[in-house]
Structure formats: C-alpha cells, structure tokens
Nanobody, 119 residues
Framework: QVQLVESGGGLVQAGGSLRLSCAASGSISSLNIMGWYRQAPEKQRELVARIASGGTTNYAGSAKVRLTISRDNSNNTMYLQMNILKTEDTSIYLC?????????????WGQGTHNPVSS
C-alpha cells in the first residue's frame, strides 16, 4: 500500500510561481516512477511530468520550459516547480506513483491539490 499526499498548492497570480510537493509513504518499490498529472474541469487527466527512481525525467510537450520536476529519494518526496504560471494552468494537480515488480505493476494516486491561477 502507498499513500500520496500533495501539498504546496494554492491561489497564485499569472506570472507567479508555485512549488508542489508530494510525499509518498508505504511500500515503495526500488523501481518506480512518480509523476504529476493535471485534470481541469471537463478535461481528461493528462501528464505534466514524470520522474523515475533513477532520476530520468520526461515532460509533456514543452512543459520543461516552465516546469521542473525533481525528487528526493531519501524521504520519497517529489516536487514540481511551476514558473510563469498562466490562467490555463488552473487545474487539479494529482500525484502518481507507479510501482514496478516482476509479478505486477501498481499505480497509486493522491487526492489532488487545487491550483487556481488568477489573472
């Protein structure tokens, strides 16, 4: 079992910055991927960025221009630095962890954090 708790979200003006945190606890495989996803109203959940346990990252589109994903394996915490925010970035941001095992793969989701961006 894995528990994911997001924090750091909140209202921010366009052009501002936020840093989201996701603290993972429980049974975490040495081979795993943590990621941030977003889901705006009437929109499908979509990938923002992911980072593997080995440090490999990938970003959706050109997200890395304004966003930086990182993780601290010592405390199983993932971060998303969001800069130059736009109103279009308004969304619920969800933390995900995917455990990889020989016999199965498990995926876990946090509750999500609301991150409105005002003009």
């Amino acid at each position: 079992q894995v528990q994911l708790v997001e924090s750091g979200g909140g209202l921010v003006q366009a052009g501002g910055s936020l840093r989201l945190s996701c603290a993972a606890s429980g049974s975490i495989s040495s081979l795993n991927i943590m990621g941030w996803y977003r889901q705006a109203p009437e929109k499908q959940r979509e990938l923002v960025a992911r980072i593997a346990s080995g440090g490999t990252t990938n970003y959706a589109g050109s997200a890395k221009v304004r966003l930086t994903i990182s993780r601290d394996n010592s405390n199983n915490t993932m971060y998303l630095q969001m800069n130059i925010l736009k109103t279009e970035d308004t969304s619920i941001y969800l933390c995900n962890l995917e455990n990889f095992y020989l016999e199965r793969d498990d995926s876990y989701w946090g509750q999500g954090t609301h991150n409105p961006v005002s003009s």
